[in-house]
């Protein structure tokens, strides 16, 4: 018995392991289908198709697989603008691209900035003699802005077009907060400074709204232009003030008013948008479904020319120096987010791993509505390590650079903008909660011993003293007053001056630049070629060398779904389902704007009021803090 033990309990062994190993064989199968790279020998002659079924950013996020598994839902795909500059403008060099495919029914929609480079970038296309043909059911302000370079604009007769322009509605919480006993004590700094309006006011001050409708207005009067100078034959104003009238002298058909409106050329479906397509690029020898046209998907066009590069089609390699990029995206926090998210600590780690790599120079791309004071100290540390050393620091700014951001900016030796841009919100904003006013009303009370005015404070449960609230005030005005200090002393203005420009307002690009506040326009190539300038190299002696975190095998994972189920039947979306969509946005930006004063992340050099605003992201903890952070945290 004892033998046929051992060999039974052998014969277990054996199954079990290879149990195991076929386990762990599927497990290496799938993950590496999944996360393949496409071929770049799957180039076609055709069109390049550009099916957007996401949105467009300036540094796609990280995904949460726990976020995904709980939702059962894959999250929509994010487009870097620089990977999708690159692939156009490579595709307007390559006489095997014969036209870009343009469908647009699935697109989310992006930030004003990255949308104007992806459509300049489509405009290059065109002036190299190359048609672009788009597609959509429902276009709106985004797509419009893309597909207005387009030489054919299609619209499906179930759909239409509509432009809404910049601008909606800030959630104000006070009288909630009263209603419910919580007493939101606030600490700001700046006449313009919005951020901690929501929790003290129920609507705008007048201040606030006269710097909205100010910046606002400038970026409406932007997209305007750009619009019509991409499509003379738009008629902006037909399209907004007077859609109804428009619409009623077509019969309440939209895709009809589209076409009034200039917005659009064709009614068709797309198939019949496809086999027109198929007319111009060729058709295809390996698909012969309706609509079919010979085409290169954009993933594959990407492995093929390289998604590294900021659009200028600059080669790699070749013993050629190089310049480090780093992006700050998102909201600043203390610690480890991102990408898509500027954790201080990963984006400090990822510059001092750069430092000893002899980079000629350095561009700091921002594109973020701040966040805490202490990450962007961090990060304004980390970027004087490379000025100390002598290399050249160069800001170039996205959609956002505001508060915090515009902190990291002080950094710079010169600072390039777009007219869009959002920046200023110089201020500082520290909103904490206390509840001994709901505590109260249910017959809860406290009583304390202390050995100094500040013994258990800050108290969230009974209240703060008059000593915790002067403390929290004078450090906010002593973080402003340093902010001050480095902007004035880095843009070369006078004290008074520098407080005059900042008190918390927000400024466009156009304006910032005005008032000195900004050095000059351009994007992130201009910001390049400065510093190379800079650093004394040769035009065609450098290259971009972006610094960025080690790709999640996750991500890669999830990159290969998304790439996979990108070419799927497309779900028709009407304008009305798109303003649903965005309106859902909203509505959980307004319930993270209410969960950001109960979290107390400390003091904030943040742009709550920005607008478009950027959707917060939750802090980190922090790494080192300031006193009001540490006696929060206690």
Known sequence: ???????????????????????????????????????????????????????????????????????????????????????????????????????????????HVNMKEVAEALGRFRTADKPILSYAVAYTDDSLMLAAHASEIWVDPMGGAAIRGPGGSIMFYAEALERYGINAHVYQIGTYKGTGEPYTNTQMSPELRENLETYVGQIW??????????????????????????????????????IAAGLADTIGTRDEWGDRLAEVAGESSWDKAPGA???????????????????????????????????????????????????????????????????AGLVVRIDSPGGTVTGSEAIRRAVMRYRDKGIPVAISMGNYAASGGYWISTAGQRIFAEPETITGSIGVVLAVPSFEKILADYGIHSDSVRTTPLSGQPDLLA???????????????????????????????????????????????GSARQLGL??????????????????????????????????????????????????????????????????????VQALQGFDRLLSTPGAQALCLTCMPQTAPRAANPAWWSTIASRMLAN
Do not use: C
């Not at 496409?38 to 467009?56: C, F, K």
């Not at 009067?221 to 002298?249: C, F, H, K, N, P």
């Not at 975190?549 to 998304?562: E, I, K, V």
């Open 1 to 111: 018995m004892s033998f046929a033990g051992k060999v039974w309990r052998l014969l277990v062994g054996i199954k079990d392991a290879l149990a195991l190993l076929f386990l762990l064989l599927f497990f290496v199968a799938l993950f590496s289908l999944l996360s393949a790279r496409p071929s770049p020998g799957q180039v076609h002659e055709g069109a390049l198709l550009l099916q957007l079924d996401g949105s467009i950013v300036e540094e796609a996020s990280a995904s949460d697989p726990l976020e995904i598994l709980l939702s059962g839902t894959l999250p929509t795909r994010q487009y870097e603008a620089r990977q999708l500059v690159r692939a156009i403008d490579e595709a307007a060099r390559d006489d095997r691209i014969k036209a870009i495919a343009l469908d647009l029914t699935t697109f989310t929609g992006g930030a």
């Open 518 to 587: 900004v050095d000059q326009f351009g994007g992130l190539d201009a910001a390049l070629e400065w510093v190379a300038a800079e650093a004394g190299l040769e035009e065609d002696g450098w290259e971009p060398r972006f610094l960025s975190s080690p790709q999640n095998p996750f991500d890669a994972m999830l990159a290969g779904l998304l790439g996979n189920a990108e070419q799927e039947p497309q779900a028709l979306v009407s304008i009305s389902s798109r303003f649903a969509m965005d309106e859902q946005a909203l509505a």
């Open 221 to 258: 009067d932007e997209y305007r232009a750009q619009v019509i100078q991409a499509r003379s034959q738009a008629d902006i104003d037909a399209a907004t003030t007077g859609l109804i009238a428009l619409m009623e002298e077509n019969g309440g058909d939209m895709a009809k008013t589209a």
């Open 463 to 509: 209240g703060f003293s008059p000593e915790m609230d002067a403390l929290l005030q004078a450090e906010t005005k002593a973080i402003y007053d340093r902010f001050l200090g480095m902007v004035a002393e880095t843009r070369g203005l006078t004290p008074e001056r520098a407080d005059e420009l900042a008190q918390g307002r927000v400024w466009t690009g």
């Open 293 to 359: 046209f010979a085409n290169t998907e954009l993933d594959v066009w990407l492995a093929h020319v390289g998604n590294e590069g900021a659009g200028s089609g600059r080669t790699f390699g070749g013993g050629k120096s190089r310049i480090g990029v780093v992006t700050i995206s998102g909201e600043i926090s203390d610690g480890e987010a991102g990408p898509g998210s500027a954790g201080a600590a990963r984006i400090s780690g990822l510059l001092d791993d750069a430092l000893d790599d002899d980079l």
